[in-house]
């Protein structure tokens, strides 16, 4: 098993980043937080000519077709930069569509998905807790399909989305349907953030129709839990190696008492944890893609695990980052509360690191 990259990922890395460095600058993510629009619609695009909403959506329906070891490393990049795009949302309702979809639902909202013309979000939860049965939103059947009535919370980019899926309640299990979001009583509510880079907004189903060629099927929930797990661990990994390297420089150059601040253990033990936590976040988000890609029987666990550890890294580099850089790392004009912010906010995203603790014990049990 060999998890060296290959030339072709390499390069991939490389030109997300040049192309990150160059139109997602602090000053870029800042007037985004600052914004009252949803998110950056420029920046969307010109990510979207780059293919990267369709980089693991089939040729068949207009995507790149490449897999989740490539999507990990746009998502690392991603978390460098701060990106205050739509991408995890629209990526995990293309993937919903994939896995439980028919070809007519395929083809109707997969290529717009990938050509980032429509914009996607999940909605999942509603305030009562992160686990399926939690779901309360009812489905009931009609002549035409079915009816959805119910209101979800803390979705992602809900008030940018053209497209949503949705969890709900049936007669003896949990459904999933696709509903446009121009659809009769859909509408949307803002809802206050920490992290205003990634938005969320509360969705309202007032008796809402939805045919019956827009319910998918299969496992969805899991299926999207593993892979947003996934996404969000390598996220999580760039937040927390770009917040090792700002401090490792900041280390090496402010001084105190004529010598560099890194010189003094304080500071010296702190990094040297942080490329502890981080060097081992990284192997766990590429063994966790390998197991997606392969479509592997240790995907969950592995994924569950790389969200939990590289929280756990981005919470240490953002935190004694900010610690290690004193009075200028608490201010607002320093980049450091910003990755703090995104990194909280990644933490508890889809499932918190406590649920997924609980979930890898009961699976090790088995």
Same mark, same amino acid.
């Given at each position: 098993?060999?998890?060296?990259?290959?030339?072709?990922?390499?390069?991939?890395?490389?030109?997300?980043r040049d192309f990150l460095?160059?139109?997602?600058?602090?000053?870029?993510?800042?007037?985004?937080?600052?914004?009252?629009?949803?998110?950056?619609?420029?920046?969307?695009?010109?990510?979207?000519?780059?293919?990267?909403?369709?980089?693991?959506?089939?040729?068949?329906?207009?995507?790149?077709?490449?897999?989740?070891?490539?999507?990990?490393?746009?998502?690392?990049?991603?978390?460098?930069?701060?990106?205050?795009?739509?991408y995890l949302s629209t990526?995990?309702?293309?993937?919903?569509?994939?896995?439980?979809?028919?070809?007519?639902?395929?083809?109707?909202?997969?290529?717009?998905?990938?050509?980032?013309?429509?914009?996607?979000?999940?909605?999942?939860?509603?305030?009562?807790?992160?686990?399926?049965?939690?779901?309360?939103?009812?489905?009931?059947?009609?002549?035409?399909?079915?009816?959805?009535?119910?209101?979800?919370?803390?979705?992602?980019?809900?008030?940018?989305?053209?497209?949503?899926?949705?969890?709900?309640?049936?007669?003896?299990?949990?459904?999933?349907?696709?509903?446009?979001?121009?659809?009769?009583?859909?509408?949307?509510?803002?809802?206050?953030?920490?992290?205003?880079?990634?938005?969320?907004?509360?969705?309202?189903?007032? @008796? /809402?129709?939805?045919?019956? &060629?827009?319910? #998918?099927?299969?496992? !969805?929930?899991?299926? %999207?839990? =593993?892979?947003?797990?996934?996404?969000?661990?390598?996220?999580?990994?760039?937040?927390?190696?770009?917040?090792?390297?700002?401090?490792?420089?900041?280390?090496?150059?402010?001084?105190?008492?004529?010598?560099?601040?890194?010189?003094?253990?304080?500071?010296?033990?702190?990094?040297?944890?942080?490329?502890?936590?981080v060097e081992h976040a990284?192997?766990?988000?590429?063994?966790?893609?390998?197991?997606?890609?392969?479509?592997?029987?240790?995907?969950?666990?592995?994924?569950?695990?790389?969200?939990?550890?590289?929280?756990?890294?981005?919470?240490?580099?953002?935190?004694?980052?900010?610690?290690?850089?004193?009075?200028?790392?608490?201010?607002?004009?320093?980049?450091?509360?910003?990755?703090?912010?995104?990194?909280?906010?990644? @933490? /508890?995203?889809?499932?918190? &690191?406590?649920? #997924?603790?609980?979930? !890898?014990?009961?699976? %090790?049990? =088995?």
């Amino acid at each position: 098993m060999d998890f060296a990259l290959t030339q072709d990922q390499e390069t991939l890395r490389s030109s997300v980043r040049d192309f990150l460095q160059k139109e997602c600058a602090s000053t870029v993510v800042r007037r985004a937080c600052d914004s009252d629009q949803p998110y950056d619609v420029e920046l969307w695009r010109k990510a979207a000519d780059l293919g990267w909403p369709g980089l693991c959506i089939p040729e068949e329906y207009g995507g790149v077709g490449l897999g989740w070891t490539e999507t990990a490393l746009l998502a690392e990049e991603m978390g460098r930069a701060l990106f205050p795009g739509p991408y995890l949302s629209t990526l995990l309702s293309a993937t919903a569509i994939l896995a439980g979809g028919n070809e007519e639902t395929k083809q109707r909202y997969l290529p717009k998905l990938a050509d980032g013309s429509f914009i996607g979000a999940v909605a999942l939860f509603e305030g009562r807790g992160d686990r399926p049965e939690d779901i309360r939103l009812k489905a009931r059947p009609s002549d035409d399909g079915y009816v959805l009535d119910g209101v979800k919370l803390f979705v992602t980019d809900g008030t940018a989305a053209d497209v949503i899926v949705v969890a709900a309640a049936g007669e003896n299990s949990l459904q999933y349907f696709v509903v446009d979001s121009t659809d009769r009583g859909v509408s949307t509510e803002a809802l206050p953030v920490v992290d205003r880079t990634r938005r969320q907004a509360a969705i309202s189903f007032a @008796e /809402v129709q939805v045919p019956s &060629s827009n319910m #998918l099927d299969g496992q !969805i929930f899991e299926f %999207l839990r =593993d892979r947003a797990a996934l996404f969000i661990a390598a996220e999580q990994t760039g937040i927390a190696r770009r917040c090792m390297e700002m401090s490792v420089e900041y280390a090496k150059t402010r001084q105190q008492f004529g010598k560099p601040i890194g010189v003094y253990q304080a500071v010296s033990h702190k990094l040297a944890d942080m490329y502890m936590l981080v060097e081992h976040a990284t192997s766990l988000v590429l063994f966790a893609a390998w197991a997606a890609d392969e479509d592997n029987q240790t995907c969950s666990l592995a994924a569950w695990r790389a969200k939990v550890w590289a929280s756990r890294a981005a919470k240490a580099a953002t935190g004694d980052g900010i610690q290690i850089h004193g009075g200028i790392g608490f201010t607002w004009e320093h980049d450091l509360h910003l990755y703090f912010k995104r990194a909280k906010a990644n @933490e /508890v995203l889809i499932s918190d &690191s406590l649920a #997924l603790k609980e979930l !890898i014990a009961d699976r %090790l049990e =088995d």
